[in-house]
């Protein structure tokens, strides 16, 4: 298994998207490790050396959230903080990373229109992101790609599916990498 699926979301019993994306990723268990933050980090103590283990056992790595304040959920960032240490993931020796594909999947509780130079956010996800993308390079990483879904609150559950099934296939087309 090569591909590491992070997930950062801090009540994922009442999540819509986020659940069905795990719930879906968690069927066929030689596609990817899924691996939940929040339920792992109940006190948010996290453990450096394993979550680095993990990383370095995998070739590709998502990070999937919902967007909390145009950002991440606060645990999807201290994991950051914490785990790409110097020496590790950069400095001296610190290669863990490099040449890794670290791409995104994000629930956004918007519609598609607000997150465009015309609409209310005026700024698109893509510009948004721009600290993961930054990160990625910082750490000698390719950075892939991030896949979304906006409009978490009205989707139907077709719309759900579909989405659900791109996302599946951006997984897949990684394993073939
Ligand atoms: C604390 C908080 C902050 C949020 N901030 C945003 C935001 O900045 N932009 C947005 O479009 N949606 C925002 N939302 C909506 C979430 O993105 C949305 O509920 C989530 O993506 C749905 O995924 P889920 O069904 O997996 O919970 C926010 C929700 C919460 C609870």
């Known amino acids: ?4 699926v992070i997930i950062a ?5 009442n999540s819509t998207v986020n659940k069905k994306w795990r719930d879906a990723l968690s069927e066929d ?11 792992e980090y109940p006190h948010g103590k996290i453990d450096i050396e394993k979550e680095q283990k993990l990383i370095e056992a995998h070739e590709h790595i998502i990070f999937q959230y919902p967007l909390y304040w145009y ?16 020496g590790w993931a950069y400095g001296s020796n ?17 519609v598609a229109e607000a997150y465009t130079q015309e609409g209310n956010v005026k700024f698109t996800i893509d510009e948004l992101v721009s600290p993961m993308i930054a990160t990625t390079r910082f750490v000698s990483a390719n950075y892939i790609g991030v896949h979304k879904l906006y409009s ?3 989707i139907t559950p077709s719309q759900l ?7 599946l296939n951006f997984i897949k087309t990684l394993n073939t990498k």
């Open 161 to 167: 599916e579909e989405n659900t099934q791109d996302y």
């Open 29 to 39: 268990e030689s596609l990817v490790t899924v691996h939940e933050l929040y339920p």
């Open 152 to 154: 978490a609150f009205t």
């Open 1 to 4: 298994m090569s591909t590491l």
């Open 71 to 86: 950002s991440s959920p606060p645990l999807m960032k201290q994991y950051l903080d914490e785990v790409f240490t110097r």
């Open 94 to 110: 610190g290669h863990a990373l490099q040449g890794k594909n670290i791409g995104l999947a994000i629930s956004i509780g918007s």
């Open 9 to 13: 979301h801090p009540d994922i019993s």
